[in-house]
């Protein structure tokens, strides 16, 4: 049975929403800025955006290289050209063999090769833990957020989305479902095991219940905004977790806090410190949900250099 005309608009409506939806949130943030300066540019030297011509493409990468821009932000951009095209139901220039040339050819350029953060491992953990403040909610939110983030190996957009309801106990301590991740675009969601530790300190089923227990959260977000009177706001974002992990690595005294740090070194300290006590790859991928076990022992491989080499005492 056809729709009548009300109908027709609202299944309209849904589907165009379930096809933004598709699109992941930080995806879409950075294609919207990733458009607005390819419209700016192609203003600037009287080009037309939309529809954009190959070689228009190409010159505008060309100028992304030679103003800074690293490989994955450029392929990114052209990216987000790309899906502005298809969805306006016109030809990709993603394939375009000036297009595709060229990303070839800057990849050879200017490499490929992602910059790397500093793992967080055991030690420098304990020594953010030292560093925050002894009493009030910010001290239970953050003790909560790093030994969380840390112990679950956690992606900063998964730690923030994490909602009261995610949780549920265990002997050993909690289950914590991921609903949607980088490796999970789909939704289906992974469950990952997540530990008491012996020391209070340090321990993310003590940290997390002690914070939610003060913080009289009961339902929804679990790691929210403080405001200046200790007022709870909406949920945290992923720039603050970022900035809490580059925050106390700073207060801690670690080298390199201003630029070494990420919100991804708690994921990779995780990875690394697991490696170091021997846990096999296997069982360190329950927690992480790599699907590529390539991926899970470049972590282990990078900081583990010194420790593998040979060249030690040689000389």
Not at 1 to 21: E, M, N, W
Not at 211 to 234: D, K, N, P, Y
Request: net charge positive; hydrophobic share 45%.
């Amino acid at each position: 049975v056809a729709p009548d005309g009300s109908a027709l608009a609202d299944l309209v409506a849904r589907a165009a929403k379930t096809l933004d939806d598709a699109v992941p949130v930080n995806t879409k943030r950075a294609y919207e800025g990733d458009l607005r300066r390819f419209a700016a540019w192609c203003t600037s030297a009287g080009l037309p955006a939309m529809p954009a011509a190959p070689a228009t493409i190409a010159i505008y990468m060309r100028h992304l290289a030679d103003t800074g821009h690293k490989v994955s932000t450029i392929v990114r951009a052209v990216g987000a050209i790309a899906n502005a095209h298809t969805r306006a139901g016109r030809p990709s220039p993603w394939t375009h063999s000036l297009v595709a040339d060229m990303r070839v050819a800057l990849g050879r350029e200017l490499g490929v090769r992602p910059a790397k953060k500093c793992a967080a491992g055991d030690e420098v953990l304990r020594r953010m833990l030292a560093a925050l403040p002894s009493a009030g909610l910010l001290a239970l939110r953050d003790r909560a957020l790093l030994t969380i983030g840390w112990c679950g190996a956690f992606r900063r957009s998964e730690l923030v989305a994490l909602d009261v309801a995610d949780v549920s106990r265990a002997p050993k301590g909690l289950v914590v479902l991921v609903g949607r991740s980088k490796t999970d675009q789909e939704g289906a969601g992974e469950e990952i095991p997540i530990f008491f530790s012996n020391a209070a300190e340090c321990c993310p089923v003590r940290s997390v219940d002690a914070w939610l227990v003060a913080a009289g959260i009961s339902e929804g977000a679990i790691f929210r905004r403080l405001g200046r009177r200790q007022e709870l706001g909406e949920r945290l974002s992923p720039a603050a977790v970022l900035d809490r992990v580059k925050h106390y690595a700073k207060l801690a005294g670690l080298p390199f806090a201003d630029f070494g740090f990420s919100a991804h070194s708690l994921r990779s300290g995780f990875i690394t410190t697991a490696a170091r006590r021997g846990r096999d790859l296997d069982s360190i991928m329950v927690t992480t949900r790599h699907r590529s076990e390539r991926v899970a022992r470049g972590y282990i491989q990078r900081e583990t250099l010194h420790e593998r080499g040979a060249g030690e005492g040689l000389l």
